[in-house]
T-cell receptor, first 112, second 113 residues
Framework: QKEVEQDPGPLSVPEGAIVSLNCTYS??????FMWYRQYSRKGPELLMY????GNKEDGRFTAQVDKSSKYISLFIRDSQPSDSATYLC????????????FGTGTKLQVIP | DGGITQSPKYLFRKEGQNVTLSCEQN?????MYWYRQDPGQGLRLIYY???????QKGDIAEGYSVSREKKESFPLTVTSAQKNPTAFYLC????????????FGDGTRLSIL
């Protein structure tokens, strides 16, 4: 079992829809959670960085962490064609050097 | 603008050849990382460096080597011992190994001739 699991998609939605992207993880020691957006042939771009449980909002993006169910989500409101990309979730434990564990990514397509 | 610069964008390797991928950052980050990205496999850690003149192997270090002589630079050499080098290589950096998220460059795509 992978430590971070992510549905590869593709996920297709119409422009303006609310998008929900999800990951599950198995390591209960994970404390930091990240979402990256990756366009084709580009490096991942950090969207959200959160610590422990709860919600964090940044513009049209909301990250949600539920540590009780080991579930992390990214919501995109008013989705745009420019949001079409692969979204990677990532997690790591706190304290000392601990590597970041990445999901395999979900490909999102927003159709105009 | 601060950021991470990887070069070249595309690279081709011949049999038996070593190639070096460049990674430079001007974010004043102490820690730097190299990942390999293959379709359907996510990012796998090759090497990481927490500070100048120090680096450690990641999960898939065999066939690769690195150096960290300057804070800003962390080049990766793909040696002829790496039998399946075709992949997208990503360099990342962070303020420290336990401080803040990692930020990525735009990658180098390595292919075999």
């Amino acid at each position: 079992q992978k430590e971070v699991e992510q549905d590869p998609g593709p996920l297709s939605v119409p422009e303006g829809a609310i998008v929900s992207l999800n990951c599950t993880y198995s390591n209960s020691a994970f404390q930091y959670f990240m979402w990256y957006r990756q366009y084709s042939r580009k490096g991942p771009e950090l969207l959200m960085y959160t610590y422990s449980s709860g919600n964090k909002e940044d513009g049209r993006f909301t990250a949600q962490v539920d540590k009780s169910s080991k579930y992390i989500s990214l919501f995109i409101r008013d989705s745009q064609p420019s949001d079409s990309a692969t979204y990677l979730c990532a997690s790591r434990v706190s304290g000392g050097y601990q590597k970041v564990t990445f999901g395999t990514g979900t490909k999102l397509q927003v159709i105009p | 603008d601060g950021g991470i610069t990887q070069s070249p964008k595309y690279l081709f390797r011949k049999e038996g050849q070593n190639v070096t991928l460049s990674c430079e950052q001007n974010l004043n980050h102490d820690a730097m990382y190299w990942y390999r990205q293959d379709p359907g496999q996510g990012l796998r850690l090759i090497y990481y460096s927490q500070i100048v003149n120090d680096f450690q192997k990641g999960d898939i270090a065999e066939g690769y080597s690195v150096s960290r002589e300057k804070k800003e630079s962390f080049p990766l050499t793909v040696t002829s011992a790496q039998k399946n080098p075709t992949a997208f290589y990503l360099c990342a950096s962070s303020f420290g190994p336990k401080e803040g998220p990692q930020h990525f460059g735009d990658g180098t795509r390595l292919s075999i001739l």
